[in-house]
């Protein structure tokens, strides 16, 4: 019987990974930056994605890019493209996990606060920016014949929230229709799409919530923490691996168990 690979490895891969400055992002990337793999890094805060770059070591630092890009914009997510193909030739791997929640005075705006403006910004990078970045990418891995999307969605797209906004749930409810229905699409040419939803993770967005909450949500986790961004980096490691070759159009819970279906 064939072992199953535990550590893939993506040496001569090329992975896209939005939102990587801090995070879940900066886990993601250097997962694969220690995987071999060549990594294009983006962000819309150019002097965070360096300052992250810089704590890389040097053998990973030699295969990452750092492109500051506002994925909501159409010709900035062309030109992160064109950029990371001018630097590595092509793009093997999608990551979309750039993505807003904003808050009112730290608490999540009701839908009867909300401003229109503000649910339009939110859909517009977390579920417009993963439409742009798959349809910029596509090309590159039809022309080879092989390609793996990963969308960060989160538990909030799947059950209720007391945490996250209407529009970042459904922001990212979007996002596991949009890989569903982009699977249907491109199966046929070695292409699988795929989301991950997230559950409560220690970030920077997490910690923002305070620490009372944080204590409240992990009560209810029957592995008895929050999740690490490593958490979830091995998660997409699986699912951009020959592992999960005949994996598509799936939402894979990564939550220690908080949402079970």
Partial sequence: MDQISHAPAFAGKVALVTGAARGIGLSIATRFLNAGAGVVLTDLSESDLNASISTLSSDCTGRALAVRVDVS???????????????FGRVDILVNNAGISPKHGGLKATVEEMLAAEWRQVLEVNLTGAFLCCRACLPHMRAAKWGRIINIASVAGRTKTEIAGAHYAASKAGMMALARTLAVEVGTANIT???IAPGRIETPMAAAAGAELNRAYVARIPVGRLGTGEDIAAAVAYLASEDAAFLTGVTLDVNGGSFMI
């Fill in 193 to 195: 799409v795929n989301s």
């Fill in 73 to 87: 914009k159409d010709a900035d997510v062309t030109r992160m493209v064109e950029s990371a193909a001018a630097r």
